[in-house]
């Protein structure tokens, strides 16, 4: 089985723009967890999706958001960039419905000018 | 809120030394799970534990959940270049919770030849 894809792999954006980050998972993984990860706050739950159902949210600004296709590929969406926003975000894929085993993707960096 | 803290937060050792690496929560988990993160990769699980006081054994690796299910220790024995990474612990909540994970910052381990 192909592994967790996402897309694009590097990305450089200035302040007040957006961005839309895609992640496929693994075929027939129904769950997509999205994590940004920093040096300084290390890897933080951004949100999980479970049949185009966002089920959970952690604790980022409204500029954050999601969404998952019937594929279960999932997008996510940043407005209004900041400097802060900088970061590798990572997609992990899930088999069934809980969190125990999660296949991670190579990431995508953001580097917001 | 779950916190992990991992310590210490960078290591640099010669090949063939043995270390530990610590993880450790106020909150009890579920599970606990380590990952390794390579520059340019995302994590990619190692082990998880379930049962407080387990012992696994991953070759030259020995991973511990403590008694109490709050933390964890990860010993390498003989440490090779090859092991130099980003290890990483989370914790895998319970109940409702269960697809969430809960990272510590993790510890840059370098091994030099």
């Known amino acids: 089985k192909a592994g967790v894809t996402q897309t694009p792999r590097y990305l450089i954006k200035t302040r007040g723009q957006q961005v839309t980050l895609s992640c496929s998972p693994i075929s027939g993984h129904r769950s997509v967890s999205w994590y940004q990860q920093t040096p300084g706050q290390g890897l933080q739950f951004l949100f999980e999706?479970?049949?185009?159902?966002?089920?959970n949210k952690g604790n980022f600004p409204g500029r954050f958001s999601g969404r998952q296709f019937s594929n279960s590929r999932s997008e996510m969406n940043v407005s209004t960039l900041e400097l802060g926003d900088s970061a590798l975000y990572l997609c992990a894929s899930t088999p069934g419905s809980s969190g125990r085993k999660q296949f991670f993707g190579p990431g995508t960096r953001l580097t917001v000018l | 809120t779950q916190l992990l803290e991992q310590s210490p937060q960078f290591l640099s050792i010669q090949e063939g030394e043995n270390l530990t690496v610590y993880c450790n929560s106020s909150?009890?988990?579920?599970?606990l799970q380590w990952y390794r993160q390579e520059p340019g990769e995302g994590p990619v699980l190692l082990v998880t534990?379930?049962?407080?006081?387990e012992v696994k054994k991953l070759k030259r690796l020995t991973f511990q959940f403590g008694d109490a299910r709050k933390d964890s220790s990860l010993h390498i024995t003989a440490a090779q270049p090859g092991d130099t990474g980003l290890y990483l612990c989370?914790?895998?909540?319970?109940?409702?919770?269960?697809?969430?994970?809960?990272f510590g910052k993790g510890t840059l381990l370098t091994v030099n030849p």
């Open positions: 989370a914790g895998v909540g319970s109940g409702g919770s269960n697809y969430k994970l809960t």
């Open positions: 999706y479970f049949s185009e159902t966002q089920r």
């Open positions: 909150s009890v988990f579920s599970s």
């Open positions: 534990v379930v049962t407080g006081g």
